[in-house]
Structure formats: C-alpha cells, structure tokens
C-alpha cells in the first residue's frame, strides 16, 4: 500500500471513526484503526464491537485530488498515536506507505514516523446488514429527536434494555422513547418516507449520543436501515453501524395519564432558572428534591429546605394555572433535564394529584412529551 | 448586617476570592466566606490557612454607586453555595442582610435565600505583614516571572522546599530560580524600585499559580511585602497572602556551567513541534525520553524509538551548529516545558558533553536560563 493524502481531510475522517475507539476493548485489534485503500479512496474502520464507524474518503472531490493512490492495500494502525500523529504532522501532505509486511513509514516535510501495524486480516467483518426496513429522517430532525429523549435513559444495568432509546413503528408514525422508570420521554414523528412495515427496536442510549456528534447540523437525509440485531445510520461518507438492545421493552403507554386535575402553563426558560436555583441547597444535601406549589393565582412557588444550608423560595409568573390547587414535590435534575429538552418553549404542565405521574408539553406542538413521577416528602 | 449590591460586582469579588477557598481544609470555617460591610464598601476573605485572599469593593466607584449600606457589619458564608447562588440570581440587584444572629437573607427579584452563616469571630485572623521588605513590580512582568519558572518546581513532598520558587534580591537584581532538581528554571530581573535590603524567600508554587490567575496583564504595579513567614502582594482592591516554605534552598550556582562545547541556535517553536512529535511514540512507553543528535551540518535530528509501537525521526534546520559533535537523549517533557517558557523565540542550547546539564536561553535576551540534566541511554 502506499499513497499521499492531504492531512486535513485524513483528519476530518479520522475524528468521525476515533468516535467508535475505546481504550476498554476486550479484542485487542480494536484499539486500531483499520486503513483500506484503493483507486477509488481510502476506507477508515473503527469499532468498539458495540459501535462501528466507517468513514470513507474519496480519491477525488469537486475536481480536487485529495489522494494520490501509487499501490492499493491495508493496514491497522493503533488508532490513539495514528491520530495524535496525523494531528501534529509539520505539512498537509503526507504519505503512507506499508512495506515488508506491517511496517508502516508516515511521511511529511522532514518529520517519518515507522509504525509496526497490525494485520488487516485480523480485523473483525462488519456487521451484514440487509436493506430489510429502510427509511430516511433528516439529519437535523434526528439529532433533535436524540437530544429530547436519550437524557431519560436508564443509567443503571438492572434492566439492560432500559439503557436503550426504542424506536418503533406503527399507527403511520415514528414513537421514540426512553425511561429510567422514574422519569420518560417520548418523541413522535412522521417521516416523510415512512418504513413499509411496522418495526420496533430498542437502539442503545450511547451509540446515539456518539451518532449524535457525527451527524451534520442541515436537513441532509440519513438513511436508517434495520436488521436482525443491527441498525446502520447511512450519512454522505460515513456509515454508522450499532447493535440493537436484545428483551422486551416494556409498555409505557399506559403510564401516560389522558386526563389531569390541575394544568399549569408557564414560560420553560423563567422555570428552568427557577428550578435551578431552587436546588442550589436542595444539591448540597444530595437529595435534589424541590417543592412546587400552584393555586388559584398566577403564581407558582418553587421552594426547597435544607436543614443544614438553610432555604429557597422562587416566585414564578405563570401564564395561566386552571383546575385544583397543588403541592408537588419531584427530583429538580428530573425537571431541568425535560425543561431543556423542550428547549425554553412555553410549556403546559398536567398534574392529575401531588402522587401521580405528571407530564410536560410544549404549548405549540404535541410531539414532545415528558413525564416524571413525583417524590412523597411528607 | 443589611446592603444592597450590584450582582456583576460581588460576582467579580467573589472569583477572586474563590481562587483560594479549598474543599479538603483542616478547619470546617475556611469552606466559608468572610463578608464585612461597612460604609467605605465590602471586603470579601477567603483562605485555605496556605493562602488568604481578601478582595474589597468599594461602595461608590468613580461616581457610580456600588453597595447601599443599611447597616453595617460581618457573617461567614458558605463559599461554593453562596457564589453558585450569587452566579444564578436572576437580577443584578442583590439585597443582603443578616438578622437574628446568623440567618442571612438573600433577595433578588423574585428569588429569596435563607442561608445559615456561621460566626465571623470564629474565622481566623488576617496574617500580620509589616512593611519590611517592600517593592513593587509591574504585574504583566509578574506573570511572565511566574509562568517562566513555576512549572519547574518539584511536585514531590520529599525535599518540601525544592515545591517553591526562589525569590532572592542581591547585586542588585531580583532572581527568581526553581528546580526539582532534573532541572531548573531561573529568571533574573532588575526591579525599578530595588528593595533596600537584600533578602531570599521560598513561595510555594501553588501559590504562584493561583496569584498568576489574579494577577491582571497589564502594567499595573503590584507591591511585594515579605515578612518572616509570609509574603504579601498588594494590587488593587486585591490582597493575596501566602505563607513562605521553611528551610535551606539549595545553592544551585554552581550547577549552571560557564563555558560549553556545542551551541546549537534554532528556532524554539520549531524545535517545540519537532520533539512534541518525536514524543509521541515515546509517551505510549512512559519513559518520554528523545534522542537529540548535532554534527557539523546545520541539520539537527530529534528521533525516538519504542520497540512496541515504532520509531520517529525529525529533521529541523538549525540556524547555527558549532562546536563538537553531540548525540544525547533527554526528557522530551522538560525540554518542551522549557521551551514554552521561553515562548517560540530563537534559542541558544549550549551543550558541554553527553553526561552534563546543558541550558537554553534565548538568543535576544539574557534574563531567561533553562537548564536540563540529560538521560543515560546506551
């Protein structure tokens, strides 16, 4: 193998595949990334076994060269000193170049570098994935339907299939939802493209917070394909592959509750600051929990007490507060995480009693909805 | 204790201030603030009993008014609670009063704090500093004293003073010197207004950290009190204390050598990326030492091998070379710290064999010396 490729575009892909690498592997020849070449451009592979993403860099770009291939071939090359390498080079043309076997010569300006590769051959396949259920969502649609849902996973590996986001097809629309089963989000949506048959998978709550940063920020499509035990994110130049979440998730539809007793609408931004000085105290003492209290006037009070800290009390101004008066006690992180996900909107907050779940929406819009289970203080 | 502030103002206070508040303190009233309001302003103490810094806010400044005191007075607050809630109280006038011994009210807009102080007769009184030993130096001049010598004190406990840096005034000039003993940073400098008295004190490096991050770049003079076990720096509205470290600092003169047999002159920042590069294949061993190889060409190489991962080679075109022949290995880490300390400008290295200390200064400017002890490799 051997050709000479401009650093700058070798970086741009390199920092898409570093996204898969992880220092805790248990296969060793995954802590490298995989370099395949050929007259058409360079293929970059990297993996975690759960997440993997390839990148590829054509030969040729707008009519510019962006590599000169002189022999095609491959290489795995330990992917945390190969980047650190190709970041520092001293000019944007490098050349690499493999011979008698895995050594590997990066060259440019006066700088070489001899790596000793691993073989190629050694590096896992790729996970097969059928055109079985293809559909396409907009780049920009997707990274926000991750930001509004992915917060709510579990953290926790009792239930392992909590710790994944579950997308699922049916009714004509897209429902995307995650829990920790103290807390849910869900997202609906209707593609514009919709999958031909109904499917549900539960995608894990990491591989789409890594997808996340790959994406683009534009309405450029992404091809979603879902296989057996994989689903594959197909953008311009970059394949993301991850593996689904294996148990049944569990039906959260009839946690949502469809009628309320109290309904408070209020500005999210003016209550997310609120909310975060309210816990100031309620942090210190690790419990995190908040108090809020709405009546028949306008105004909501968010207050918190901690013996050992002292007090908070906040007046928030709301739009309008209709049905019985309420004394609620939840989880100040649980809030401010929903208040962020819908993005400093005016929100509409349903209570059906100081003991049941209540839900959160946006004024304008029924897509988003979030969930949280109150605490019992007293 | 009752007064109204600017929220913008006690904020800059208080970043201050915090720069010396230690969560891991022996005596539980150092977690705290001390805030003392009278009618000249506010002065704000923090202290972790290594460090004290008091900052003072003046109530009226250049005609605007700053603080309303009601009523004057002192509390202890907690610091890491008190400047969270002072960062996110949601208007930029605060009132702040303390009533019924230690409960301390904090309101601002619609947001009302309860907090519980603790007694300010219980916090430790401000170390006594005679005007001694006074002079002053400009602050910008201060910072680059600090940034060009600190990084070379030991960061272990074993010999505790060699964790200092040397400030000692004879033969008219101020040289301020640190070492761990594999190598050493020294500074010399005239100050414009020379201390009467010649003296020699030991300021522990964290401290010269933490005034760097106080200190403002520009030329404003700040006074330097030293007593006997502390050293006081004076700017405006800023005082910042430090205890001075004990015992006998090494008599380093004699390691520095007078004469050499190879000067080598080059660009630092050229040299800097080269051996950053030729380090990296190095770092993945943890040893970090690279090979530095001169002969009668202007051409310098830099090179490193790891038997695992590879090796490097660095070519960088000198500006002069004379003198013996010399190939020797170095820490790649010190050479780059010293490097950096003296800030991409052309460098001398003068060399005077293998096995010995060499130094760098650079090529415009006597003031700056580094000098490093070489490895033994082969």
Same mark, same amino acid.
Request: charged share 25%; hydrophobic share 40%.
């Given at each position: 193998?051997?050709?000479?490729? /401009?650093?700058?575009?070798?970086?741009?892909?390199?920092?898409?595949? /570093?996204?898969?690498?992880?220092?805790?592997?248990?296969?060793?020849?995954?802590?490298?990334?995989?370099?395949?070449?050929?007259?058409?451009? /360079?293929?970059?592979? *990297?993996?975690?076994?759960?997440?993997?993403?390839?990148?590829?860099?054509?030969? &040729?770009?707008?009519?510019?060269?962006?590599?000169?291939?002189? !022999?095609?071939?491959?290489?795995?090359?330990?992917?945390?000193?190969?980047?650190?390498?190709?970041?520092?080079?001293?000019?944007?043309?490098?050349?690499?170049?493999?011979?008698?076997?895995?050594?590997?010569?990066?060259?440019?300006?006066?700088?070489?570098?001899?790596?000793?590769?691993?073989?190629?051959?050694?590096?896992?396949?790729?996970?097969? %994935?059928?055109?079985?259920?293809?559909?396409?969502?907009?780049?920009?649609?997707?990274?926000?339907?991750?930001?509004?849902?992915?917060?709510? %996973?579990?953290?926790?590996?009792?239930?392992?299939?909590?710790? *994944?986001?579950?997308?699922?097809?049916?009714?004509? *629309?897209?429902?995307?939802? #995650?829990?920790?089963?103290?807390?849910?989000?869900?997202?609906? +949506?209707?593609? !514009?493209?919709?999958?031909?048959?109904?499917?549900?998978?539960?995608?894990?709550?990491?591989?789409?917070? !890594?997808?996340?940063? $790959?994406?683009?920020?534009?309405?450029?499509?992404?091809?979603?394909?879902?296989?057996?035990?994989?689903?594959?994110?197909?953008?311009?130049?970059?394949?993301?592959?991850?593996?689904?979440?294996?148990?049944?998730?569990?039906?959260?539809?009839?946690?949502?509750?469809?009628?309320?007793?109290?309904?408070? +609408?209020?500005?999210?931004?003016?209550?997310?600051?609120?909310?975060?000085?309210?816990?100031?105290?309620?942090?210190?003492?690790?419990?995190?929990? @908040?108090?809020?209290?709405?009546?028949?006037?306008? =105004?909501?009070? $968010?207050?918190?007490?901690?013996?050992?800290? *002292?007090?908070? &009390?906040?007046? =928030?101004? #709301?739009?309008?507060?209709?049905?019985? !008066?309420?004394?609620?006690?939840?989880?100040?992180?649980?809030?401010?995480? #929903?208040?962020?996900?819908?993005?400093?909107?005016?929100?509409?907050?349903?209570? +059906?009693? #100081? /003991?049941?779940?209540?839900?959160?929406?946006?004024?304008?819009?029924?897509?988003?909805?979030?969930?949280?289970?109150? @605490?019992?203080?007293?």
């Amino acid at each position: 193998m051997k050709f000479e490729i /401009m650093r700058d575009k070798l970086l741009d892909g390199l920092s898409d595949v /570093m996204k898969a690498i992880s220092q805790k592997v248990a296969i060793p020849i995954l802590t490298g990334i995989k370099i395949e070449v050929d007259e058409k451009g /360079m293929t970059l592979t *990297g993996s975690d076994s759960d997440i993997t993403i390839c990148t590829f860099i054509p030969a &040729e770009d707008n009519g510019e060269q962006i590599i000169q291939v002189v !022999e095609k071939g491959s290489i795995v090359l330990q992917a945390k000193v190969f980047s650190e390498i190709v970041r520092k080079l001293p000019t944007n043309e490098v050349t690499i170049e493999v011979a008698n076997g895995l050594q590997t010569h990066i060259q440019s300006g006066k700088s070489e570098f001899h790596l000793i590769g691993l073989d190629p051959e050694d590096y896992p396949v790729l996970p097969e %994935v059928k055109d079985d259920y293809l559909f396409s969502l907009p780049a920009d649609l997707m990274k926000s339907i991750i930001r509004e849902t992915v917060f709510a %996973v579990s953290q926790q590996e009792t239930r392992p299939v909590l710790t *994944g986001v579950l997308w699922e097809v049916k009714d004509g *629309g897209l429902a995307c939802i #995650a829990t920790d089963s103290h807390r849910l989000a869900r997202r609906l +949506t209707i593609p !514009e493209d919709m999958p031909e048959v109904p499917f549900s998978v539960v995608i894990p709550g990491k591989s789409l917070q !890594e997808l996340n940063k $790959i994406l683009p920020d534009n309405g450029e499509l992404v091809d979603i394909v879902i296989a057996d035990q994989q689903v594959l994110f197909k953008t311009r130049g970059v394949l993301f592959y991850s593996r689904l979440l294996e148990g049944n998730y569990p039906d959260t539809s009839r946690l949502i509750p469809l009628e309320y007793k109290t309904s408070v +609408t209020v500005n999210g931004r003016l209550l997310l600051q609120a909310i975060d000085r309210a816990s100031l105290l309620a942090r210190e003492e690790r419990n995190n929990i @908040v108090r809020f209290s709405a009546n028949e006037g306008k =105004v909501i009070e $968010i207050s918190s007490n901690s013996p050992e800290v *002292g007090k908070v &009390e906040e007046l =928030v101004e #709301a739009i309008g507060v209709t049905g019985e !008066e309420l004394n609620i006690s939840f989880s100040a992180k649980y809030m401010m995480d #929903a208040l962020k996900a819908i993005d400093g909107q005016d929100i509409t907050i349903q209570f +059906t009693g #100081a /003991m049941r779940p209540f839900i959160l929406k946006s004024v304008d819009d029924d897509s988003i909805l979030q969930l949280i289970l109150p @605490v019992r203080t007293y």
